[in-house]
């Protein structure tokens, strides 16, 4: 058992003690305001997000019970794994027993606000309405409030100072932003506000009911979302019960019978391919997806493509595809592209925005290919991913698989011949 004590003074001295005598304090922390310093044998530190995520229970020992359970619910801690070591009684006692939900009973419904000021206007949004999710189901709200604040019309980010218009402003709200809010359960509204009607809006908010919190008040750093990365979802999984929260609309399936009567979710194959102007080298190898696509032909598959906008209307990437299906629509309507993937029998695309609805969903099933030659040393890979080379998200399911090797013709049909031995009970005769 990681034990994790908060509290330095005379309460956590007699409780230390009683771990001694015990035999259980060596696998302990203890975490206070006097940073710096030891206390019966043991370091203290500062209150982070990595004691948390090292300990298996938090004991309180302290009378300020109240605001120290609102800062650990505001790292995410579950509430099942925090106890107080009573004052009146020393007794160890859930929290549940001692202090008061930090939120109050009567609210019901999360403010969760996106500054576009402060952070991407891209796939990342799905991280980022993916924990919302996770964070409201855990803490028993009713419903969440999307609202994105309106920005300067440049994606914040240390490489990339690209500029959008008012027009793509608009175009990925509609396209990218709404539909990705709507694929969580508890979706109530999205909001699309200028930063002085962001204050306005939460002005009938407690904090507590504001995600991130501090998100109204002290605005965004790009620091506070790394939590919506892979990274961040490996780090609460342990916390949250559910980092996979995206699900799909069940007219998006009815949509995709009516354009592919033919469809058989027992034989169907997606490639899902990235082919933008934007960092290129992210982008798909498209003649070998063609060789792959062509294998998957020759061996029954059906398989279907879902193209980049730029392909929509290129004759030479019909002629790549030629036998396939190639499903335009779903380059636009991110419905109509979920409900595809997560009706195919597996999917295949590269480990780029286009897969994030795929890792964000817990039924899907897919070989996400990494192109290692974007990463330029393990420290940049780990610091974009949270993951070193040849790991795998510990919260994807088995048959969610991370391939680090290139999206080769060789290298695609071997992963695929793999996850086919081990997972795929088709007859195709």
Known sequence: MKLLIIGAGGLAARYIDNLTKHGIAQNSRIVSTLTGQHFNGLPINQLSQDDLNWADKVVICSQYVNDIYKNLINFSFCIDQIFVFDYKTFVELPISDVASHPRKPTRKNLLAVYDLNQYHLSFNFAYFVNKAQAYAEHFGYDAITFVVVEGNFSRVSLNDSRKYSAQQYAWRFENMLHPLATMVPLFSKILFVSEKEKNGLAAEYDDRDIFPQNAVKQGFLS???????????????????????????????????????????????????????????????????????????????????????SQTMSQAFVELFKGTQICYPAALNLHLRCALQAASLVNLTAASGAAVTLMLNKKSRFISFFNETLVYDAKQLFNQTGLYKGETPTFFSKFQVFNWGADNFDNMRSAFEQYEQQFLEVNLK
């Open 223 to 309: 620091k506070d979302y790394c939590s919506i990365t892979l990274k961040g979802l490996n780090e609460i999984k342990n916390h949250l019960p559910n980092v996979q929260t995206l699900e799909i609309n069940p007219q998006a399936f009815d949509y995709l019978k009516g354009i592919f009567p033919a469809f058989d979710s027992a034989k169907a194959v997606c490639l899902t391919i990235r082919a933008s102007s934007y960092v290129q080298g992210k982008n798909s190898q498209i003649d070998e997806w063609s060789k792959l696509s062509a294998y998957l032909l020759c061996k029954g598959y059906q398989v279907y493509i879902v193209p980049d906008i």
